[in-house]
């Protein structure tokens, strides 16, 4: 069983920046692909951006060029460095962890981006 909990969110100004942090309870290394998906209220859940193990990276069109996801496995980390936000931003966003046989969703956190 892995917990995860999300931390950062909160209300940014469109066009400002804002960083999502997502601490695992146990040693995610080399085991878990971790990923960031948001829900926007009367919308589906969607992908944001996912990381590896070995560290690839994807992102949904829709933040590619602003949104950069990245992990320490020393500090069982992910984190979602987020700029130049907009108000279609605005969204709970939830920390995954994906490894064979076992997933995980963390507890999320609200991003509120005002125009």
């Known amino acids: 069983q892995v917990q995860l909990v999300e931390s950062g969110g909160g209300l940014v100004q469109e066009g400002g920046s804002l960083r999502l942090s997502c601490a695992a309870s146990r040693t995610i290394g080399s085991i878990f692909t971790m990923a960031w998906y948001r829900q926007a209220p009367g919308k589906q859940r969607e992908l944001v951006a996912a990381?590896?193990?070995?560290?690839?990276?994807n992102y949904a069109d829709s933040v590619k060029g602003r949104f950069t996801i990245s992990r320490d496995n020393a500090k069982n980390t992910i984190y979602l460095e987020m700029n130049n936000v907009k108000p279609e931003d605005t969204a709970v966003y939830y920390c995954y962890a994906i490894r064979i046989g076992s997933d995980y969703w963390g507890q999320g956190t609200q991003v509120t981006v005002s125009s």
């Open positions: 990381i590896s193990r070995g560290g690839t990276t």
